[in-house]
């Protein structure tokens, strides 16, 4: 038996380890139950050395002020929630995706680190889904236009601070957001450079604001240049629907010879229905879609992504929420701008200029 092992059989069986509560370190200090109390949430008029002591007879016997014993003194749970309000009573466990799995990350840490805990919340548009969460503040990712969800929290009088730019009328405290036409525009120039003469966009039909930067900016774009869009749409949160619409895409008549996608799964989509009608990638097809997944960079050929920096923007919008729900004025803009990361890989590298593209042929084997 190894020493961990011989250590655990020890422990006894079926009692639970009791934890130090504020009389035992008021005991083992010294001093009064209030001293304690004092000492510890940095009030009252005692000399450093008291308070000193008590702490490090806290730290000593594992003391943690309980949460119901902060929510009585303070008013507040410690908890703030998180979630995506963008697409309703639709099914979308949005964790899965690599975006909201590292902001989530991000933001949990974050929290922890001021003393609050994250809550992951259903996506729903419902509140009374949350009705049982006493949540001192929540982070909304992407609301949609006129966000029922947004406005019900801010009557309640909860904080909300978004993951996504609002409209105008949304009520939140702050904001923290990416500069999406700009990373849209600097990926067109990049596959217009790699020889790309019909740029298509595979997007969705949601009124979040990523997306419908994301698709205005493209669509300008094409009015500039001179070209007929090329757009097929699908609802973001279904799969499913994206390998139908990258299909139908990559179908059409005026077939792009570039494609970019917004979506964590567009580019396995797009490669897998590039196989299906015979395109070669990068050859045929350029591809870039927007993505934190390190899967891209194993495809065959590595597809190029965009990252949106999830981790920052994590950390950005947890340390508004906490300043507005403590009132503190920490000098941070309400409004931050993420930077973007293209990452480059063979899927979009350049090649010679193209002056036709072929119509499009049936799936292989028809």
Same mark, same amino acid.
């Given at each position: 038996?190894?020493?961990?092992?011989?250590?655990?059989?020890? /422990?006894? %069986?079926?009692?639970?380890?009791? $934890?130090? *509560?504020? !009389?035992?370190? &008021? =005991? @083992?200090?010294?001093?009064?139950?209030?001293?304690?109390?004092?000492?510890?949430?940095?009030?009252?008029?005692?000399?450093?050395?008291?308070? /000193?002591? %008590?702490?490090?007879?806290?730290? $000593?016997? *594992?003391? !943690?002020?309980? &949460? =119901? @014993?902060?929510?009585?003194?303070?008013?507040?749970?410690?908890?703030?929630?998180?979630?995506?309000?963008?697409?309703?009573?639709?099914?979308?466990?949005?964790?899965?995706?690599?975006?909201?799995?590292?902001?989530? !990350?991000?933001?949990?840490? @974050?929290?922890?680190?001021?003393?609050?805990?994250?809550?992951?919340?259903?996506?729903?548009?419902?509140?009374?889904?949350?009705?049982?969460?006493?949540?001192?503040?929540?982070?909304?990712?992407?609301?949609?236009?006129?966000?029922?969800?947004?406005?019900?929290?801010?009557?309640?009088?909860?904080?909300?601070?978004?993951?996504?730019?609002?409209?105008?009328?949304?009520?939140?405290?702050?904001?923290?957001?990416?500069?999406?036409?700009?990373?849209?525009?600097?990926?067109?120039?990049?596959?217009?450079?790699?020889?790309?003469?019909?740029?298509?966009?595979?997007?969705?039909?949601?009124?979040?604001?990523?997306?419908?930067?994301?698709?205005?900016?493209?669509?300008?774009?094409?009015?500039?240049?001179?070209?007929?869009?090329?757009?097929?749409?699908?609802?973001?949160?279904?799969?499913?629907?994206?390998?139908?619409?990258?299909?139908?895409?990559?179908?059409?008549?005026?077939?792009?010879?570039?494609?970019?996608?917004?979506?964590?799964?567009?580019?396995?989509?797009?490669?897998?229905?590039?196989?299906?009608?015979?395109?070669?990638?990068?050859?045929?097809?350029?591809?870039?879609?927007?993505?934190?997944?390190?899967?891209?960079?194993?495809?065959?050929?590595?597809?190029?992504?965009?990252?949106?920096?999830?981790?920052?923007?994590?950390?950005?919008?947890?340390?508004?929420?906490?300043?507005?729900?403590?009132?503190?004025?920490?000098?941070?803009?309400?409004?931050?701008?993420?930077?973007?990361?293209?990452?480059?890989?063979?899927?979009?590298?350049?090649?010679?200029?193209?002056?036709?593209?072929?119509?499009?042929?049936?799936?292989?084997?028809?």
């Amino acid at each position: 038996m190894t020493a961990a092992g011989k250590h655990q059989a020890s /422990r006894p %069986v079926g009692r639970r380890l009791e $934890r130090a *509560g504020i !009389r035992d370190v &008021a =005991a @083992a200090a010294g001093v009064s139950i209030t001293t304690v109390s004092d000492a510890l949430n940095g009030k009252g008029r005692l000399p450093d050395a008291t308070r /000193r002591h %008590v702490r490090e007879v806290a730290d $000593r016997l *594992g003391y !943690r002020p309980s &949460a =119901a @014993a902060r929510t009585l003194r303070t008013g507040r749970s410690g908890l703030i929630g998180l979630t995506v309000t963008t697409y309703g009573e639709e099914p979308f466990t949005f964790t899965e995706f690599a975006y909201f799995a590292e902001m989530a !990350r991000a933001a949990t840490s @974050a929290a922890l680190a001021r003393g609050y805990a994250l809550v992951i919340l259903p996506a729903s548009s419902r509140h009374d889904v949350w009705s049982n969460v006493a949540l001192d503040g929540t982070v909304v990712i992407d609301p949609s236009d006129h966000d029922p969800m947004v406005t019900e929290l801010v009557r309640q009088g909860i904080p909300v601070v978004s993951d996504g730019r609002p409209t105008g009328s949304l009520p939140v405290q702050a904001w923290v957001d990416n500069d999406h036409e700009a990373a849209v525009l600097g990926i067109l120039e990049h596959l217009a450079e790699a020889g790309a003469r019909r740029i298509g966009l595979l997007t969705g039909t949601s009124t979040d604001t990523y997306t419908r930067l994301s698709t205005t900016a493209y669509l300008q774009w094409c009015e500039r240049i001179g070209q007929e869009p090329v757009v097929e749409a699908y609802p973001a949160h279904d799969p499913c629907a994206g390998a139908v619409a990258a299909d139908r895409l990559l179908a059409r008549p005026d077939r792009p010879d570039a494609v970019y996608g917004l979506f964590d799964p567009n580019g396995t989509d797009l490669l897998a229905a590039a196989r299906r009608y015979g395109l070669r990638v990068p050859e045929d097809l350029l591809l870039v879609c927007c993505s934190e997944s390190m899967v891209y960079a194993t495809t065959e050929p590595p597809i190029t992504t965009l990252s949106l920096k999830p981790g920052r923007i994590g950390t950005a919008v947890v340390q508004l929420l906490i300043d507005a729900i403590e009132g503190v004025d920490a000098g941070r803009p309400v409004q931050q701008v993420m930077p973007t990361d293209l990452i480059v890989r063979t899927s979009s590298q350049r090649r010679s200029p193209r002056t036709t593209v072929s119509p499009p042929r049936g799936p292989a084997g028809e």
